[in-house]
């Protein structure tokens, strides 16, 4: 048996997005794998036969991940193999090459090209439905010829040593710069040849639906100074080539659209009573008024923490009687239907992790997590749960996979969950160190699921430990709410969580406790340091310090950030310092380890370097490691060597302070 390294998830195979043909005799699915050689993810389509419940590789491309059935045998998918085409879009053009592929095999055949950067693709007859990056800032090349085309490359690669920012958000996590630049709808006609965008100027269309073979609903956004976070809902139809509009941008914010039995349905929240993290409900609109039609209360989507695996599918589809959805109920996710009329069953409700979904005929096909396993591929026909492939069970066979110890304990009145991973080779009559981790959001959760980056430091010899603080997921609106809260009952909860399972399990050395997250969980690690000196180790990462600067310097911060702290630099600036981890960094004692992407707009590297700068000041052992070219998702789809980096970093430290 192998020990979990910190490399290891290189060797994983990441299946996502699994869909079946129309007959549902075959199901293809895009399998992401880490090149660590190469420093990327390679992603190949693979075939799961429903008859003889053999799986096979299709394509070998390393760069098929969009994909849809065209019928019954053939799969369109996007990928960049045409010189010609690369080599304009290498000029600035805008391009997306599609190719067709027999599942029975032979070599993909270029189809066509479209005009656009494709990011998402629905078949609607002889139709495709695009979701397309559009830039204002940008000439569109793809129609210009000659002369003038030269002129405007020149004019456009000259302004590249500079970026004008004139709207909120001007950037992005994970999209860079976003400044006039909108995902748009386009159709393209596959018989004649014909693109054009169809969703109007400025919008920012951020989901769409095709239904009926003819209409699609969409969801966007319209703003050109700064955009809030209501969205309006609209319909395409398409032989009619005109759009309407069915909820008007105003008070809601919408998640998803489709049509139950005739009529419009969607998941939506006011977010009046929850402020912007408020779980949706599902509302009905026709002839421009919408009504409730379920009070629901829990989330509608997995919220469960990994950094194995890969999500492009959806996690809400539907077809004309039901949506089918994920939702997370305390410590797993459930796949729950709604009917037409607001009806709401529960289907599939055991320990796990869902992550995509997709429909043919009565059956729902997945992908997700089971039994302390990696991803693999699941069918589900109304009554059970069929496993269909088998990538990463070898892999796990070899691996020393710990345990997850689940144990439940009252704080104040409240009940909370705990989770302990006991180090490798575990002898009750040693002593250990122990690592108290933090997970993000805060609507994020922890659950007795596989996950990398804690079996690494188990396998390493350490406990590691974690809880669901109030603001976590899974237990409804009241719960998750910790509005103008952070750094109160959820520091108490995660404090009682350590004392809880020091009293538990004795054989952890109080005096070598480290504490580690990210994000929401980063911002937790930067006050536990300032608040008590029981740590003597910790790492912060993609963290938080300054309420007050982050707001104004990042993706979501001049709304979602002020919102959730319930208040603002100007009415409140002593509310947001109380608030913020920089306020006690002259109190810490802790010897810190930053782990920063330079290209995190969610949570910008500015908050790492002041809290680093401050313990430095005051003269506590500090380290920042600033990662080049990534973002927020540095832990989970950062490129390999920097994701291996990384944990090294972390390793090394609490090596150093724990052992």
């Not at 599942?103 to 270029?110: D, W």
């Not at 010829?145 to 994970?174: C, H, I, Q, R, S």
Request: net charge negative; aromatic share 14%; hydrophobic share 35%.
């Amino acid at each position: 048996m192998k020990k979990i390294g910190i490399n290891d998830f290189t060797f994983y195979n990441y299946p996502t997005g699994i869909t079946a043909s129309p007959d549902g005799k075959h199901a293809a699915i895009a399998v992401v794998n880490a090149n660590e050689k190469d420093n990327t993810y390679d992603s190949c389509l693979w075939i799961h036969d429903t008859e003889s419940k053999k799986t096979r590789k299709l394509t070998s491309g390393k760069k098929e991940r969009t994909f849809i059935w065209l019928d019954n045998e053939t799969l369109l998918f996007t990928s960049d193999r045409e010189k010609e085409y690369a080599k304009k879009v290498k000029d600035g053009e805008d391009w997306t090459c599609f190719y067709k592929i027999s599942i029975y095999g032979g070599e993909a055949q270029f189809a066509f090209a479209v005009p656009y950067k494709v990011t998402k693709m629905q078949l609607a007859g002889t139709k495709l439905v695009l979701g397309v990056k559009y830039d204002y800032n940008k000439p569109d090349f793809a129609h210009m010829e000659g002369e003038e085309k030269e002129e405007a490359l020149k004019a456009w690669k000259d302004e590249k040593d500079y970026e004008v920012f004139d709207e909120l958000p001007f950037w992005a996590n994970g999209q860079g710069i976003v400044n006039k630049k909108r995902t748009r709808l386009a159709v393209y006609d596959m018989e004649t040849g014909d693109a054009k965008i169809v969703s109007p100027e400025y919008d920012n269309v951020e989901g769409f639906w095709t239904e009926e073979g003819n209409k699609v609903l969409f969801i966007s956004s319209h703003y050109t100074d700064k955009k809030d976070v209501y969205e309006g809902l609209k319909m395409y139809t398409i032989s009619e080539d005109k759009v309407e509009t069915l909820v008007e941008q105003g008070d809601m914010s919408i998640d998803y659209a489709c049509i139950l039995n005739g009529k419009v349905t969607f998941f939506a929240s006011y977010m009046k009573e929850y402020g912007f993290n408020e779980n949706d409900k599902l509302y009905t609109v026709e002839n421009g008024k919408v009504e409730l039609l379920s009070d629901y209360d829990d989330s509608i989507h997995n919220s469960i923490c990994c950094d194995c695996k890969f999500a492009d599918g959806p996690a809400i589809v539907h077809d004309d009687k039901y949506i089918y959805f994920l939702t997370t109920l305390r410590k797993n996710t459930a796949l729950r239907r709604f009917d037409a009329n607001g009806n709401l069953e529960t289907l599939i409700d055991r320990q796990g992790s869902l992550h995509t979904l997709s429909l043919c005929g009565d059956k729902v096909y997945f992908t997700g997590m089971r039994e302390m396993g990696l991803t693999e591929c699941y069918c589900f026909d109304g009554k059970e749960e069929e496993k269909l492939t088998s990538f990463n069970d070898e892999i796990m066979a070899e691996r020393s996979v710990l345990p997850v110890e689940e144990f439940t304990f009252t704080y104040k009145g409240l009940e909370l969950d705990g989770y302990v991973i006991k180090p490798l080779d575990y002898d009750p009559n040693k002593t250990y160190p122990g690592i108290l981790t933090i997970h993000g959001g805060p609507r994020a959760t922890f659950a007795p699921t596989f996950f990398h980056e804690n079996q690494v430091f188990a396998n390493a010899g350490y406990f590691v430990f974690y809880t669901n603080p109030l603001g976590s997921d899974g237990r409804g609106n009241d719960f998750a709410d910790l509005s103008g809260r952070h750094g109160s009952i959820d520091f108490e909860h995660c404090m009682a969580v350590t004392d809880e399972v020091l009293k538990r399990y004795p054989q952890i050395d109080e005096k070598r406790l480290g504490v580690m997250g990210g994000s929401y969980g980063g911002f937790m690690t930067n006050w536990v340091i300032g608040n008590t000196t029981r740590f003597a180790a910790a790492a912060s990462q993609r963290s938080i310090s300054n309420w007050i600067s982050k707001c104004m310097t990042t993706d979501i911060g001049y709304y979602f950030n002020m919102d959730q702290i319930k208040a603002d630099p100007w009415g409140n600036p002593e509310k947001m310092w109380s608030h913020s981890p920089l306020k006690y960094a002259n109190m810490a004692k802790t010897p810190t380890l930053f782990i920063q992407s330079d290209e995190d707009y969610r949570c910008w590297m500015g908050d790492a370097i002041q809290m680093f700068s401050a313990l430095k000041y005051f003269g506590v052992d500090a380290r920042l490691c600033l990662f080049h070219g990534e973002n927020h998702e540095l832990s989970r789809s950062g490129k390999p060597t920097h994701r291996i980096r990384r944990m090294q970093e972390m390793m090394d430290w609490f090596d150093k302070y724990l052992n």
